[in-house]
Every structure is written in structure tokens, then in C-alpha cells.
């Protein structure tokens, strides 16, 4: 069965520093994978997907499939990047999404 | 219009009652889906409707009971809940359900409480 593990619940960052959320799923066929964040009292949002491969509020991810992860970064965090993100995998044709546990980034001055 | 509309908001619920969630959306999408979101925990998929027929059910107790009218709207029907059922009950529509045309724009949720 597909899983996806975001190892740390917590992050805690400095502003301006760089930022990696960790994602790794297990799939043995082509995953489809997404990032979705939910900022305080605003509901979950899409964040990015890998088939898109864009960068959004500076955000990258991408799939490595050797490693089997698909992780978030940002070079240079901000206050309003505080939030809680999950990693999510789509497998197969149907819109069965496996989220992560998430995690919580806490950007800090 | 490109959200997706929960009423209620909040609910609270004795083990008894018969109460329904609901769920709105006019962005034209063809899936939609009911999600449950415990504390600190990611949602985890209950249904899936796909062109308004029911396409995944994802082992759900039957006192929870789906239905969709029409394409634009999404009930989950309550009847005799257990407290362990008090949960976010997040609704979600997609395009369609098919890979590629999947990203989900989630609405609000409803809180629900069950005493």
C-alpha cells in the first residue's frame, strides 16, 4: 500500500534561512505528488505539484524517484511561510490522495 | 465563484440525532469528495462522488451516509454518531478524478461535535 512519511512534526527556522520540509512515499508505480498547505484559520490549499515543476512564493519540490522523496524547500523563509504543510501522493488513476502527518514550519525572527 | 461552501460551520450533535453536513461548490467540477480530519492528524478519505455517482467509499460506518444531489452540491448524512466521531469534516472538488485533473480545492469544513 502507498504511504507517505514526513519524518519531523515540527519545524522551527529562522527568518531568512533556508527552509526543507521532508517528504518520502512508497509506490512502486508513477506517483503523482503535491504539497498542500493550511495557514491559520484559512482552509487547506494546494501548495505546488511536482508535474508542474513551478515555484510558488518561492517554493520548489522536486521528485526524486531514486530516493523516492519529494522534498519542499525555500531558500529564504519568511514570517508568512508559518503554517502547517502536508505531503500528498495520488496514485493510479483515481483521486485517492495519501496525505502525510504533516508538518508544522514556524518561521521565527 | 471559486470556492467550496460548508454549512454548517460548527455542529454539535447528540448520539440520536439525525443532522446533515453540506457542501457547495459552482467552479463546474465534476468530482467531489468528503474527507475527516481528526486533531493533529492529515484528513483521511471517506467518499469519493465522480459526475455525481458514487465512485469510492472508503469502508465508512453506514451512519454516515453521502449523497449528491446535483453536480454542484454534497450532503453527509448523520444519524447515531459516536463521540469518536467528532472530527472536521472537510468536502472537496476536483475537475474530475482522473490523474492529471486532481488538484482539490478544499472548503472550510465543518466542526462537528458529538456528545
Known amino acids: 500500500a502507498q504511504r507517505v512519511t514526513q519524518p519531523e512534526k515540527l519545524l522551527s527556522v529562522f527568518k531568512g534561512a533556508p527552509v526543507e520540509l521532508k517528504c518520502n512515499y512508497s509506490y512502486s508505480g508513477s506517483p503523482e505528488l503535491f504539497w498542500y498547505v493550511q495557514y491559520s484559520r484559512q482552509r487547506l490549499q494546494l501548495l505546488l505539484r511536482h508535474i508542474s515543476r513551478e515555484s510558488i512564493k518561492g517554493f520548489t519540490a522536486d521528485l526524486n524517484k531514486g530516493e523516492t522523496s519529494f522534498h519542499l524547500k525555500k531558500p529564504f523563509a519568511q514570517e508568512e511561510d508559518s503554517a502547517m504543510y502536508y505531503c500528498?501522493?495520488?496514485?493510479?488513476?483515481?483521486?485517492?490522495?495519501?496525505f502525510g502527518t504533516g508538518t508544522r514550519l514556524q518561521v521565527t525572527l | 465563484d471559486t470556492e467550496v461552501t460548508q454549512t454548517p460551520k460548527h455542529l454539535v450533535m447528540g448520539m440520536t440525532n439525525k443532522k446533515s453536513l453540506k457542501c457547495e461548490q459552482h467552479?463546474?467540477?465534476?468530482?467531489m469528495y468528503w474527507y475527516k480530519q481528526k486533531a493533529k492528524k492529515p484528513p483521511e478519505l471517506m467518499f469519493v462522488?465522480?459526475?455525481?455517482?458514487?465512485?469510492i467509499n472508503e469502508s465508512v460506518p453506514s451512519r454516515f451516509s453521502p449523497e449528491c444531489p446535483n453536480s454542484s452540491l454534497l450532503n453527509l448524512h448523520l444519524h447515531a454518531l459516536q463521540p469518536e466521531d467528532s472530527a472536521l469534516y472537510l468536502c472537496a472538488s476536483s475537475q474530475d478524478w482522473t490523474a492529471g485533473a486532481n488538484v482539490l480545492t478544499f472548503g472550510a469544513g465543518s466542526r462537528l461535535t458529538v456528545l
Open positions: 462522488y465522480s459526475y455525481e455517482k458514487l465512485s
Open positions: 467552479m463546474g467540477h465534476r468530482a
Open positions: 500528498a501522493l495520488n496514485t493510479g488513476t483515481a483521486s485517492k490522495l495519501t
